[in-house]
């Protein structure tokens, strides 16, 4: 048992931009215990997305077509049986939405043990090693496990794999149970479009839980005012209905790239950094100095935002 | 239709904190009822405000400390709630994802419920994948990220939809009973009201061992061992602007003007 078996991700026809991102975290473990890598394609058309797969360090693609879209009975069936057949160390899947779905699932009918949202990932060919967060970012933990164990991997956290491989291509014959299949994905729908579009902003001011109340949005308004910028924001702010969801910003929200993002009281969570990250120059505004944010900033105020943005105003309007 | 609801009392932390070994100093630790499931009590309450629910039950794995947490989602509406606790818990770093499912599904199996909400993830360990490991390990039906619940739950289906990335959502049908893991701004979480409060203090809440749900100690050792805890390396290389708020917002004025996006 030194393989390892990782599992992609794509939507409506196109995969996601983690499934290559899974091969390098993949081929880094498969060389650490000396094994194979393994990929997994499960739906939709899964020959085209074989071929696009095929690159540098991939052993093997295993094709399961089994429907057009995600639908975690089938791949969670799927994937049990590819453990059963190939007896990998490890099983790979995406962090994403699809992959928080399936990975416990898996890891529980497998009776192995799950870590999620890891960020780095190490082994000996026994101890697995693996980096991930706590409390929002604030601390990060090393956590180890011995033997086999179901492990899912933060987007953007390891290099794209390039280049084209020779893997070999094969189709799986997982036997679908259908009568074990509960769910039924019927749709999808696309939301957040309205009034603005900010992910063609040029100057935006996004507003963060720092904010605290509901009033205290005007003062928020009267900067972008000021500053001729268009107003977005964090979940929170999304989330208490204070406003619309097409101003969200994040993995769920929409992804931005400003020539300048102002963020003023955002603490910078790694699903809010995904969609902001792309900013040309970054200015964050925290109480925090140690706010995840600053990581990422080009520029900081550590100071209260009360405080500055009335002065920011003022500069504008005096 | 009965309700069960995973309720969990996560750690905050301070801005400026310390560590000590692989845990953040008492001192700096706060204690708040768990973001995600403060969504999923209102959805269970709501469901039961619409006639849907007959009786919503609260579960939490947890020492007494955490009761004042669990009063507060009585004090929303929930009717009654379990936790479970055991001296060989005491000290446990990280309890992990198998563990939490063998105590969880004990509690939901002696309860028989129909539905069972969860929050997507806890604020503070941030595993997001108790909710859909219990599931399977029940033969439960699940669902991930759910931002949308119907509230007619026609025939033992539940029609939700999952937030995916990039503001894509998906419709799904799913047979009862089942687990969703509930993701915030699915709904909008009341404050409790004093009566509630006040009420919250009758309620039953039920404390529980380890024998009393039939789980061994042995079968709830975790897997997964917290080796280290540090503070990330601060890849900061920004520019702090110090000084006086007007000082530090003449700053910020110049850059914008620099960069020819604001007048
Ligand atoms: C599946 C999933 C998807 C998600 N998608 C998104 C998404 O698309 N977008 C998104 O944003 N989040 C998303 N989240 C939520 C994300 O994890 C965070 O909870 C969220 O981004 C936190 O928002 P925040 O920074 O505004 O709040 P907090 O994390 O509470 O931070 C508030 C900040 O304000 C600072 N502050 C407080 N008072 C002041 C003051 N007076 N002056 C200055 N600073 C102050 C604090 O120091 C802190 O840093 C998602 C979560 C999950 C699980």
């Known amino acids: 048992m030194t393989d390892v078996l990782a599992v992609t991700d794509h939507r409506r026809g196109d995969l996601r931009d983690v499934s290559y991102e899974i091969i390098t975290a993949g081929r880094e473990l498969a060389d650490e215990t000396g094994g194979d890598l393994h990929l997994a394609v499960i739906s939709g058309t899964v020959d085209d997305f074989a071929d696009k797969l095929n690159r540098d360090g991939v052993d093997a693609i295993h094709t399961v077509s089994h429907g057009e879209e995600f639908n975690h009975d089938v791949y969670t069936q799927a994937i049990t049986q590819l453990y059963d057949d190939l007896a990998p160390q490890y099983v790979l899947t995406p962090n994403s939405v699809n992959g928080l779905d399936y990975a416990p699932a898996v890891a529980n009918q497998l009776d192995l043990p799950v870590v999620t949202d890891t960020i780095d990932l190490e082994t000996d060919g026994e101890t697995l090693v693996a980096t991930r967060e706590m409390y929002g970012g604030k601390v990060e933990t090393t956590n180890e496990l011995e033997g086999e164990a179901v492990v899912t991997i933060r987007s953007a956290e390891w290099p794209q794999a390039e280049g084209t491989g020779d893997a070999s291509i094969e189709a799986f014959d997982a036997d679908i149970d259908e009568d074990a299949i509960g769910s039924t994905v019927s749709g999808f729908e696309e939301v957040g479009g309205g009034d603005v579009d900010i992910s063609e902003a040029e100057l935006l001011v996004s507003i963060g839980r720092g904010i605290e109340e509901e009033e205290n949005l005007d003062l928020i308004r009267d900067l972008a005012d000021a500053l001729g910028a268009t107003l977005s924001s964090s979940r929170p702010i999304v989330d208490n209905g204070w406003l619309p969801k097409n101003r969200q910003v994040g993995q769920s929200g929409k992804v931005v790239t400003p020539d300048v993002y102002i963020a003023i009281g955002i603490s910078g969570a790694v699903q809010h950094v995904a969609g902001m990250k792309g900013s040309d120059t970054i200015v964050a505004i925290n109480t925090d100095p140690n706010a995840p944010i600053m990581d990422i900033a080009d520029y900081a105020i550590v100071d209260d935002l009360f405080d500055v943005v009335p002065e920011l105003i003022d500069e504008f309007e005096g | ?263």
Not at chain 2, 13 to 22: A, L, Q, R
Not at chain 2, 92 to 110: C, Q
């Open chain 2, 1 to 263: 239709m009965k309700i069960l609801v995973t309720v969990k009392e996560v750690s905050t932390v301070e801005d400026e904190f310390e560590i000590e070994g692989t845990e953040i100093a008492d001192q700096y630790l706060g204690a708040d009822l768990n973001e995600w499931d403060d969504y999923a009590i209102e959805e269970a309450v709501q469901l039961q405000e619409d006639g849907i629910a007959d009786e919503v039950v609260t579960v939490t794995i947890g020492p007494e400390e955490c009761e004042q947490t669990i009063r507060q989602a009585l004090a929303k509406g929930a009717d009654r709630a379990v936790r479970v606790w055991d001296d060989s818990l005491e000290g446990v770093d990280l309890l992990d994802v198998n563990a939490k499912t063998e105590i969880l599904s004990a509690v939901i199996e002696a309860e028989d419920p129909d539905l069972v909400l969860s929050g997507v993830q806890a604020g503070d360990d941030s595993f997001a994948a108790t909710g859909v490991s219990v599931a399977e390990n029940l033969g439960f039906q699940w669902g991930a990220v759910v931002n949308h619940l119907e509230h007619d739950l026609e025939e033992g289906v539940a029609s939700v939809r999952r937030e995916l990335e990039g503001g894509v959502e998906e419709l799904t049908e799913l047979e009862l009973p089942a687990v969703l893991t509930i993701q915030t701004g699915i709904n909008e979480p009341r404050y409790a009201s004093l009566r509630g409060i006040r009420q919250a203090q009758r309620k039953e809440l039920d404390v529980k061992a380890l024998a009393d749900i039939g789980v061994d100690e042995s079968t709830i050792e975790s897997e997964l061992d917290l080796t280290a805890m540090y503070e990330p390396e601060s890849e900061s290389d920004a520019t702090f602007w110090e000084g006086s708020a007007d000082e530090t917002a003449s700053e910020l004025g110049e850059l914008l003007r620099d960069k020819g996006v604001a007048q």
